[in-house]
Structures are given as structure tokens and as C-alpha cells.
């Protein structure tokens, strides 16, 4: 059985088919709905880091709802809800004086809010993140 494409069509086709994607970014990966690809930062879940942090100086970011905030909240916690994040990073660049370098600490109800919201600040050039988690874990130290 013969084809009606010429084979050098082919030949060509499947030669330069690599070139057409290569200034194209790979495909995301896959990931949970609460998950955020962090590359780099501090490591997560380690109240004891994050104690240290905050004694230290560190900006502690409660990115839950405003009302969840109003309930109950870490002494010193600023609220920045994570679906507002990144609009906010001005703000946050204020609570770090502009110093990229600061640490962070985030939490939120159980720590995937958290996850997501150091995310998008590793993302935004904050590489000293850490991810307490939820509330409750900072009284697990």
C-alpha cells in the first residue's frame, strides 16, 4: 500500500516538527488544586523554624479569610487573604522594607492556602519562605 503524501514530506515534516516547539516553555505540570510548584525557600512545616523566624524578625502572613483572621490569629500576623496575594505584594514589599531577603511565614487553616501563597512569593522573587502550616501548628514547637 502506497501513500499519497510523498515520503521527503514526511521525512521533512518529522525533521523540523522538534524546531517548531523549542522557544515555547514546557507544559505545566499537573498538580493538586492546593499545591504550589516551589523550587526554592525555606523549609515547611517546622514550627520551630518558624518561631525562630519570627523572634528573629521575620514577617508573619496569615493568608486565610479576613473572618477566619477576626476569630483567631497569631500575635503579630498580618492578613493578606492568598486569592489577594499577589495583588498585595506592595504591601508586602512595605512589611519587609523592601528587602526581598526577609523572611515569611506563612499559615493558614491547614496549610495548603499557605503552600499556595509561598508559591506565588518564591515566585515574586521572595526566596526566605517558609510554610508553617495551620494555626494550630505554631503551638506545636
Excluded at 2 to 11: A, I
Excluded at 19 to 26: T, V, Y
Excluded at 27 to 52: E, I, M, N, Q
Excluded at 54 to 75: C, K
Aim: charge should be neutral; include cysteine.
Amino acid at each position: 500500500m502506497r501513500s499519497s503524501t510523498p515520503s521527503f514530506v514526511l521525512l521533512a515534516l518529522l525533521t523540523l516538527a522538534p524546531a517548531c516547539g523549542r522557544d515555547q516553555p514546557p507544559p505545566p505540570v499537573a498538580t493538586s488544586p492546593t499545591a504550589a510548584p516551589v523550587t526554592t525557600g525555606l523549609p515547611d512545616r517546622d514550627p520551630a523554624l518558624a518561631h525562630k523566624l519570627v523572634a528573629a524578625g521575620a514577617v508573619l502572613v496569615d493568608v486565610r479569610t479576613p473572618e477566619e483572621f477576626a476569630t483567631r490569629h497569631l500575635e503579630g500576623a498580618v492578613n493578606i487573604p492568598v486569592d489577594e496575594l499577589k495583588a498585595r505584594l506592595v504591601e508586602l514589599d512595605k512589611l519587609t522594607g523592601g528587602d526581598a531577603n526577609k523572611p515569611i511565614v506563612v499559615y493558614c487553616q491547614s496549610g495548603g492556602r499557605a503552600g499556595r501563597a509561598k508559591g506565588v512569593l518564591v515566585g515574586a522573587g521572595h526566596p526566605q519562605v517558609t510554610n508553617l502550616g495551620g494555626i494550630g501548628d505554631w503551638d506545636r514547637k
